[in-house]
């Protein structure tokens, strides 16, 4: 309706002028070449980040495989339709029993083979309690009972393969025949009744080799025997047990004897009751012998070789057919008995599954041993001592072996990969190449996975131009049968066949189609049909169909490593091998694929509650060799390496790679993470974790080694390309280097044991038994007080008022001692008598005069005077002061941090009232209430910090300056001495730094000017310490003597005496030395004074105080005195 409303003005444009046209075009072609930018684009991001895209897989990473077996749904009704119904029931009888066969040899091989073999696996010696190889077999009754089934449906089919081609092959001259069978050869039927004989003789292989199925069942027994005399007990039904029994005594009779194939091949072949006559048919026997020696000539010839394929499996099969041709004919062809004996020669021993070993020698004497009479003894032995003579020789050239079939692999996959591939990709295969051994196998394997989408494509043209092929033989066949015009049932039959075989032919190659193609050829080649050499081509053809058709399902039961299980002992062998040869790393991909392959089978274990019991423990056992053997020498060898690379300076053993050899190990962290069940194992991962764990816990233990790890860190980075952690560890470990806590309960040893540094204002360790020293600095405070809070800064200044408080116990003692009193008297009588003529400086020979003096008085045993231990108890109260003073830079620190959110410190806002406006809950009221306590605390803190200094000056000063302490009156004048002591000893500590036994080494101890400055203002002593004009004294004193040097040198320049020389050189120097640290001393007295303001007396500072209390008396307006106490806050 809206449209119809519209203003008429709208339709202006209804005339097509062709501008809109134009206008589409361009955006069209604009659009067109936006989409081409984007998917150049696209194409770029997605080459750059997979480097693997396009026609190559990854075995370990695709979630879909390309399966190549042809498939189709059509029976074999269908398939095999002619004109001719006898012919038509006689492939579809003998089609039917081949499937059959292969789907219980299938059967036989996933299921049976491997629930036998894995029986008693997963559990170890040491986990098994009592009872446990019963409860086992009580599992595992079951699976022998469906394997009894299995046994007597084999029984059967073999039964009736036998009849069948009884039923064709009639002796009876009048009886009629079914076909004509004159030169027709099922082969392949007896070729698929070997392979059913192989099933029966490997079970009863696998069971005969069984100790531990064996050793269990006889438990199970005695077990059954005990639930006899007390089923009660037990909770079993007595009735119930007697046929139990049976049935296992039928289960032992049947399959734990060794019997399956000797009860097969002892079956009533001859009917009873009229039906098919099997031992007296002269013509079957005939057949059935002609039929084994043509497969075994087939064999033959590839047997032992080179190109050797599956016949070793058909020997197996031959040898079965053998016995029971023997068995149902009672007839040797010795001749051909002999021939099967001498492939001992060539092959003693054969393996027919797992670690089954096989020995047919063993087996045709066993089984035939009417023949066996007939051979000669010597060539018996003959054999037996062949196969040992073989061990030997294989053992010997092992080696060699394994080279050459490493050449041949490498260069087949070359080959392979250069013609499968379009464009060459070498550094892809590069790594494939360094593989050994059985691994060989499993790289063929992944050759062929990698490259599915090629083999996929080849494969269906190489069966099509095969399928070709044969049906061109065929039809030319076809047209000479046609042409004969002469008629008969054997013509037809003929002709039947060759269209039967045509018509499969055309059709995917299935394994039911090839079957029948191959039972329409036996037919369809009597009569001459093919010419020699028209025949022998379409069987190559036709084996070669058979081959490519189910390649991939070749290469994967060839490429089973699935035996490596039984063979675990070589795993930490092969893995040590691997960890010297680092350079071959890459093959551990192979490995593990290879030990992947075990798992299908293990997965039909029935003798545990579940399969994954198995699974668990092989996983666990893998992973423990892999560690032991591999994962942990590598850890521990990259750690040793890089502890050594970061020591080398301390020289601790020989590594020069040309004497010791060098192992280049950084092979193993190119590896991609290795697929192993249902995790990756990322070497590189691992390593780089356990680093990054010894390192951040060695370094929690030893915090001042944080540098050497770190200098590891980045030699693993560089070296080994790891990528490491940082140790974050929290402020209160890796930056403290002690805690408030620690020095505040320790303060005692703590200002014995550190230097205080006026300027820098840090702590540095004196001694310590590592190679770092450790320091103490504001960061460090901060930090502390931040984890314990700022309560613990009042607690700190406590304990050192308590701390001063005992030192200056020993500062009045000493000062009370007569021998010093007295000197010091002594020495103000004298500065008072000379200080009109010195200029009023105190003079300096006479504070050394003092200092040898105290000397005199006794030395302790580390050789001290009296002096030094009291420059040493007044260092340690100028430490405790420093210590004080980085508590409130601490404090300070700590809280601008803190308050640094705090958007304007003028303004703050109050939380509370803003919470009581909106009528918000009670909880969150006192929630503000908290946070404006907080942040008034920070501001305060922030802004001022606490008078420290001024607290424990004040609680002092009285007590030093009453009438009784009258002895501490005299410390002016003592501090020249010291400063004497202080100066020597600070040069002795300076000296000792270049030495290289640093006991005693030290560059600062501005603790000790600290301590003078503080003493000095309790007893208000800086203007009496100033008229002694002690710096300028000892100033003057040292230029004078430097100038009378220099004068001196000047003097003896001319006369040219070096020793004299020298040592006006030295004495110049030492002169330097000591005024350039008198000078420093000087320095830091000012600078420490200055804290204590050292401007003022005390009667000025008191007449401040009394003007500052009557200013806030007057202001509020209170007339009463207030009085100050001098006490610290915190008592």
């Given at each position: 309706?809206?449209?119809?409303?519209?203003?008429?003005?709208?339709?202006?444009?209804?005339?097509?002028?062709?501008?809109?046209?134009?206008?589409?075009?361009?955006?069209?072609?604009?659009?067109?070449?936006?989409?081409?930018?984007?998917?150049?684009?696209?194409?770029?991001?997605?080459?750059?980040?997979?480097?693997?895209?396009?026609?190559?897989?990854?075995?370990?990473?695709?979630?879909?495989?390309?399966?190549?077996?042809?498939?189709?749904?059509?029976?074999?009704?269908?398939?095999?339709?002619?004109?001719?119904?006898?012919?038509?029931?006689?492939?579809?009888?003998?089609?039917?029993?081949?499937?059959?066969?292969?789907?219980?040899?299938?059967?036989?091989?996933?299921?049976?083979?491997?629930?036998?073999?894995?029986?008693?696996?997963?559990?170890?010696?040491?986990?098994?309690?009592?009872?446990?190889?019963?409860?086992?077999?009580?599992?595992?009754?079951?699976?022998?009972?469906?394997?009894?089934?299995?046994?007597?449906?084999?029984?059967?089919?073999?039964?009736?393969?036998?009849?069948?081609?009884?039923?064709?092959?009639?002796?009876?001259?009048?009886?009629?025949?079914?076909?004509?069978?004159?030169?027709?050869?099922?082969?392949?039927?007896?070729?698929?009744?070997?392979?059913?004989?192989?099933?029966?003789?490997?079970?009863?292989?696998?069971?005969?080799?069984?100790?531990?199925?064996?050793?269990?069942?006889?438990?199970?027994?005695?077990?059954?025997?005990?639930?006899?005399?007390?089923?009660?007990?037990?909770?079993?039904?007595?009735?119930?047990?007697?046929?139990?029994?049976?049935?296992?005594?039928?289960?032992?009779?049947?399959?734990?004897?060794?019997?399956?194939?000797?009860?097969?091949?002892?079956?009533?072949?001859?009917?009873?009751?009229?039906?098919?006559?099997?031992?007296?048919?002269?013509?079957?026997?005939?057949?059935?012998?002609?039929?084994?020696?043509?497969?075994?000539?087939?064999?033959?010839?590839?047997?032992?070789?080179?190109?050797?394929?599956?016949?070793?499996?058909?020997?197996?099969?031959?040898?079965?057919?053998?016995?029971?041709?023997?068995?149902?004919?009672?007839?040797?062809?010795?001749?051909?008995?002999?021939?099967?004996?001498?492939?001992?020669?060539?092959?003693?021993?054969?393996?027919?599954?797992?670690?089954?070993?096989?020995?047919?020698?063993?087996?045709?004497?066993?089984?035939?041993?009417?023949?066996?009479?007939?051979?000669?003894?010597?060539?018996?032995?003959?054999?037996?001592?062949?196969?040992?003579?073989?061990?030997?020789?294989?053992?010997?050239?092992?080696?060699?072996?394994?080279?050459?079939?490493?050449?041949?692999?490498?260069?087949?996959?070359?080959?392979?990969?250069?013609?499968?591939?379009?464009?060459?990709?070498?550094?892809?295969?590069?790594?494939?190449?360094?593989?050994?051994?059985?691994?060989?196998?499993?790289?063929?394997?992944?050759?062929?996975?990698?490259?599915?989408?090629?083999?996929?494509?080849?494969?269906?043209?190489?069966?099509?131009?095969?399928?070709?092929?044969?049906?061109?033989?065929?039809?030319?066949?076809?047209?000479?049968?046609?042409?004969?015009?002469?008629?008969?049932?054997?013509?037809?039959?003929?002709?039947?066949?060759?269209?039967?075989?045509?018509?499969?032919?055309?059709?995917?190659?299935?394994?039911?189609?090839?079957?029948?193609?191959?039972?329409?050829?036996?037919?369809?080649?009597?009569?001459?049909?093919?010419?020699?050499?028209?025949?022998?081509?379409?069987?190559?053809?036709?084996?070669?169909?058979?081959?490519?058709?189910?390649?991939?399902?070749?290469?994967?039961?060839?490429?089973?490593?699935?035996?490596?299980?039984?063979?675990?002992?070589?795993?930490?062998?092969?893995?040590?091998?691997?960890?010297?040869?680092?350079?071959?790393?890459?093959?551990?991909?192979?490995?593990?694929?290879?030990?992947?392959?075990?798992?299908?089978?293990?997965?039909?274990?029935?003798?545990?509650?579940?399969?994954?019991?198995?699974?668990?423990?092989?996983?666990?056992?893998?992973?423990?060799?892999?560690?032991?053997?591999?994962?942990?020498?590598?850890?521990?060898?990259?750690?040793?390496?890089?502890?050594?690379?970061?020591?080398?300076?301390?020289?601790?053993?020989?590594?020069?790679?040309?004497?010791?050899?060098?192992?280049?190990?950084?092979?193993?962290?190119s590896l991609n993470p290795i697929r192993f069940f249902d995790r990756f194992i990322d070497i590189r991962a691992y390593v780089t974790h356990y680093l990054d764990k010894t390192f951040y816990n060695l370094t929690t233990v030893a915090l001042h080694d944080w540098a050497t790890y770190s200098e590891m860190r980045n030699l693993a980075t560089q070296r080994y390309g790891l990528v490491m952690t940082e140790a974050h560890l929290p402020s209160q470990t890796l930056e403290q280097g002690l805690d408030v806590l620690e020095i505040m309960r320790n303060i005692h040893i703590f200002v014995s044991r550190y230097l205080y540094?006026?300027?820098?204002?840090?702590?540095?360790?004196?001694?310590?038994?590592?190679?770092?020293?450790?320091?103490?600095?504001?960061?460090?405070?901060?930090?502390?007080?931040?984890?314990?809070?700022?309560?613990?800064?009042?607690?700190?200044?406590?304990?050192?008022?308590?701390?001063?408080?005992?030192?200056?116990?020993?500062?009045?003692?000493?000062?009370?001692?007569?021998?010093?009193?007295?000197?010091?008297?002594?020495?103000?009588?004298?500065?008072?008598?000379?200080?009109?003529?010195?200029?009023?400086?105190?003079?300096?020979?006479?504070?050394?005069?003092?200092?040898?003096?105290?000397?005199?008085?006794?030395?302790?045993?580390?050789?001290?005077?009296?002096?030094?231990?009291?420059?040493?108890?007044?260092s340690q109260i100028g430490n405790a002061m420093g210590y004080v003073r980085m508590i409130r830079s601490g404090g300070l620190h700590c809280s601008s941090n803190a308050i640094r959110f705090v958007p304007d410190l003028e303004d703050i806002v109050n939380f509370e009232e803003l919470v009581k406006e909106e009528g918000l809950a009670e909880e969150t009221l006192k929630a503000a209430r908290h946070l404006d306590s907080v942040l008034s605390d920070h501001t305060r803190n922030s802004a001022e910090g606490t008078e420290y200094f001024k607290m424990l000056v004040d609680v002092f000063a009285p007590e030093f300056r009453?009438?009784?302490?009258?002895?501490?009156?005299?410390?002016?004048?003592?501090?020249?001495?010291?400063?004497?002591?202080?100066?020597?000893?600070?040069?002795?500590?300076?000296?000792?730094?270049?030495?290289?036994?640093?006991?005693?080494?030290?560059?600062?101890?501005?603790?000790?000017?600290?301590?003078?400055?503080?003493?000095?203002?309790?007893?208000?002593?800086?203007?009496?310490?100033?008229?002694?004009?002690?710096?300028?004294?000892?100033?003057?004193?040292?230029?004078?003597?430097?100038?009378?040097?220099?004068?001196?040198?000047?003097?003896?320049?001319?006369?040219?005496?070096?020793?004299?020389?020298?040592?006006?050189?030295?004495?110049?120097?030492?002169?330097?030395?000591?005024?350039?640290?008198?000078?420093?001393?000087y320095f830091s007295l000012s600078s420490a004074r200055i804290f204590f303001r050292a401007d003022k007396t005390a009667a000025e500072e008191n007449q401040e105080k009394k003007e500052k209390e009557e200013e806030t008396k007057t202001s509020n307006g209170d007339p009463s005195d207030s009085t100050v106490s001098a006490e610290p806050v915190v008592k």
């Amino acid at each position: 309706m809206a449209v119809e409303t519209l203003s008429p003005d709208w339709e202006f444009d209804r005339v097509d002028d062709g501008s809109q046209k134009i206008h589409a075009e361009v955006q069209l072609k604009n659009y067109g070449k936006f989409l081409e930018e984007y998917t150049s684009q696209l194409r770029r991001i997605e080459d750059a980040l997979d480097d693997s895209i396009g026609d190559v897989w990854d075995f370990n990473l695709d979630p879909i495989a390309l399966k190549l077996l042809p498939y189709e749904q059509s029976s074999l009704l269908e398939l095999i339709k002619t004109e001719n119904k006898v012919l038509n029931k006689v492939i579809t009888v003998y089609a039917a029993l081949c499937c059959e066969i292969k789907k219980l040899k299938y059967e036989a091989e996933t299921k049976f083979y491997n629930g036998l073999l894995f029986y008693g696996e997963g559990a170890t010696d040491s986990s098994m309690v009592e009872g446990d190889c019963q409860i086992q077999m009580g599992r595992f009754i079951s699976f022998l009972q469906e394997l009894s089934c299995f046994v007597t449906r084999c029984y059967e089919v073999v039964m009736n393969v036998v009849h069948q081609l009884a039923a064709l092959y009639i002796s009876n001259k009048i009886a009629p025949k079914i076909i004509e069978t004159t030169g027709v050869h099922f082969q392949t039927m007896y070729e698929h009744l070997g392979e059913l004989l192989t099933v029966l003789l490997t079970l009863d292989e696998i069971i005969d080799n069984h100790v531990t199925l064996k050793d269990h069942w006889t438990m199970y027994k005695r077990l059954l025997k005990s639930v006899h005399h007390n089923p009660s007990k037990f909770g079993i039904q007595e009735e119930k047990l007697k046929p139990f029994e049976k049935f296992l005594l039928k289960l032992e009779g049947q399959l734990l004897d060794g019997m399956i194939f000797q009860a097969c091949i002892e079956q009533q072949f001859d009917s009873l009751n009229g039906g098919v006559s099997v031992s007296k048919n002269s013509t079957f026997a005939e057949e059935f012998a002609h039929s084994i020696r043509s497969i075994f000539a087939n064999v033959e010839a590839k047997l032992g070789e080179p190109s050797e394929i599956d016949q070793r499996d058909k020997y197996v099969g031959i040898c079965g057919l053998f016995v029971l041709h023997f068995q149902i004919f009672r007839t040797v062809d010795k001749k051909f008995y002999k021939s099967l004996l001498d492939i001992c020669k060539k092959v003693p021993a054969i393996t027919l599954t797992a670690n089954i070993i096989w020995f047919p020698d063993n087996f045709l004497i066993q089984k035939i041993p009417a023949a066996a009479k007939l051979i000669d003894r010597k060539s018996l032995q003959a054999i037996k001592m062949h196969r040992d003579t073989f061990l030997q020789q294989k053992a010997q050239s092992l080696t060699k072996d394994v080279q050459s079939y490493y050449v041949f692999v490498s260069s087949w996959m070359m080959k392979m990969e250069s013609i499968l591939s379009k464009e060459q990709r070498m550094d892809k295969f590069a790594e494939d190449l360094t593989n050994r051994c059985n691994i060989f196998i499993q790289a063929i394997e992944h050759m062929f996975y990698r490259r599915s989408m090629v083999v996929a494509d080849s494969v269906s043209h190489i069966t099509q131009h095969l399928q070709h092929q044969a049906l061109n033989s065929i039809s030319v066949a076809k047209k000479r049968v046609i042409s004969d015009k002469k008629y008969s049932e054997q013509r037809l039959d003929v002709l039947s066949a060759l269209v039967l075989a045509e018509n499969t032919l055309n059709g995917p190659s299935t394994k039911q189609r090839r079957l029948i193609v191959s039972l329409a050829l036996s037919v369809g080649t009597q009569m001459k049909t093919f010419k020699d050499e028209e025949l022998f081509p379409l069987q190559v053809v036709m084996k070669k169909l058979d081959l490519i058709s189910e390649l991939r399902e070749r290469v994967q039961t060839q490429c089973d490593c699935c035996f490596l299980y039984w063979h675990r002992a070589v795993f930490p062998i092969y893995l040590d091998d691997v960890y010297e040869n680092a350079i071959d790393a890459a093959r551990l991909h192979y490995m593990f694929s290879a030990l992947r392959d075990c798992v299908p089978a293990m997965m039909h274990a029935r003798h545990l509650e579940s399969y994954e019991i198995l699974l668990d423990c092989y996983d666990k056992e893998i992973m423990e060799i892999l560690n032991e053997h591999l994962l942990d020498k590598l850890c521990k060898e990259i750690e040793k390496d890089l502890r050594l690379s970061v020591h080398t300076h301390l020289k601790l053993d020989d590594r020069n790679p040309f004497k010791v050899g060098m192992k280049d190990l950084a092979h193993f962290f190119s590896l991609n993470p290795i697929r192993f069940f249902d995790r990756f194992i990322d070497i590189r991962a691992y390593v780089t974790h356990y680093l990054d764990k010894t390192f951040y816990n060695l370094t929690t233990v030893a915090l001042h080694d944080w540098a050497t790890y770190s200098e590891m860190r980045n030699l693993a980075t560089q070296r080994y390309g790891l990528v490491m952690t940082e140790a974050h560890l929290p402020s209160q470990t890796l930056e403290q280097g002690l805690d408030v806590l620690e020095i505040m309960r320790n303060i005692h040893i703590f200002v014995s044991r550190y230097l205080y540094n006026l300027n820098n204002q840090i702590f540095i360790e004196r001694t310590s038994n590592n190679k770092h020293l450790n320091t103490i600095n504001i960061r460090h405070i901060a930090n502390s007080i931040r984890t314990h809070g700022t309560g613990i800064m009042n607690t700190t200044v406590n304990f050192t008022y308590q701390f001063l408080k005992k030192k200056f116990y020993i500062f009045s003692q000493f000062m009370y001692d007569e021998h010093i009193k007295s000197r010091l008297i002594k020495d103000i009588r004298f500065f008072r008598e000379i200080k009109d003529q010195n200029d009023h400086k105190y003079p300096f020979e006479r504070a050394e005069k003092f200092n040898r003096g105290i000397r005199k008085l006794g030395i302790t045993p580390e050789g001290q005077s009296y002096l030094d231990q009291f420059r040493q108890l007044i260092s340690q109260i100028g430490n405790a002061m420093g210590y004080v003073r980085m508590i409130r830079s601490g404090g300070l620190h700590c809280s601008s941090n803190a308050i640094r959110f705090v958007p304007d410190l003028e303004d703050i806002v109050n939380f509370e009232e803003l919470v009581k406006e909106e009528g918000l809950a009670e909880e969150t009221l006192k929630a503000a209430r908290h946070l404006d306590s907080v942040l008034s605390d920070h501001t305060r803190n922030s802004a001022e910090g606490t008078e420290y200094f001024k607290m424990l000056v004040d609680v002092f000063a009285p007590e030093f300056r009453r009438p009784k302490n009258i002895h501490l009156r005299n410390f002016y004048i003592i501090v020249p001495p010291l400063t004497l002591n202080f100066v020597e000893h600070s040069i002795s500590c300076k000296e000792k730094l270049n030495k290289k036994n640093k006991i005693g080494a030290a560059f600062t101890d501005d603790g000790f000017a600290m301590g003078v400055a503080y003493i000095l203002k309790l007893l208000d002593q800086y203007q009496e310490f100033d008229s002694l004009h002690w710096f300028q004294s000892v100033r003057e004193k040292y230029l004078k003597e430097i100038r009378a040097v220099a004068k001196q040198q000047n003097g003896q320049s001319a006369s040219q005496d070096e020793k004299l020389l020298q040592t006006m050189n030295l004495t110049q120097k030492r002169l330097d030395v000591y005024l350039q640290e008198f000078e420093l001393l000087y320095f830091s007295l000012s600078s420490a004074r200055i804290f204590f303001r050292a401007d003022k007396t005390a009667a000025e500072e008191n007449q401040e105080k009394k003007e500052k209390e009557e200013e806030t008396k007057t202001s509020n307006g209170d007339p009463s005195d207030s009085t100050v106490s001098a006490e610290p806050v915190v008592k």
